[in-house]
């Protein structure tokens, strides 16, 4: 990370630790604009519209946001009652669409391009 960027204390520990690991091996840290003020959704981004040409299905949205919620693979089939195997399909389709490696870049790209609240 760039000297004096900040994490938004008010995000999850998950979120936080997830952010640190994507923003590690990157150069140029642009944060994302928290939006809300006040007591109410202060540090909180809400999700927007897709970007042109990305075609998330509902689940791969849904599983991308246990994802970034700091959920394993494990506990994510537990929840969405599916098997470990179908989770890390959708997790390949996901990463496939977001052009990332892992995770952390999905949960990144997810952040900067406001596909998931934070």
Same mark, same amino acid.
């Given at each position: 990370m760039q000297p004096g960027v900040k994490i938004p204390s008010a995000l999850s520990i998950e979120v936080q630790l997830t952010l640190l690991l994507a923003f590690a091996n990157t150069e140029a840290v642009s944060l994302?604009?928290?939006? #809300? #003020? =006040?007591? $109410? =959704? /202060? #540090?909180? !981004?809400?999700?927007?519209?897709?970007?042109? #040409? +990305?075609?998330? %299905?509902? $689940?791969?949205? %849904?599983? +991308?946001?246990? !994802? /970034?919620? =700091?959920? %394993? %693979?494990a506990a994510i089939s537990k929840e969405l009652w599916v098997s470990e195997h179908t989770v890390k399909f959708h997790l390949t389709n996901i990463y496939r669409e977001l052009e990332v490696p892992n995770r952390a870049g999905a949960v990144r790209y997810a952040l900067e391009h406001r596909l998931i609240a934070a």
């Open positions: 994302w604009r928290l939006g #809300g #003020g =006040g007591a $109410r =959704g /202060a #540090g909180r !981004v809400e999700p927007s519209e897709e970007p042109e #040409g +990305l075609a998330l %299905t509902a $689940r791969e949205r %849904t599983i +991308l946001d246990a !994802v /970034a919620k =700091g959920m %394993t %693979t």
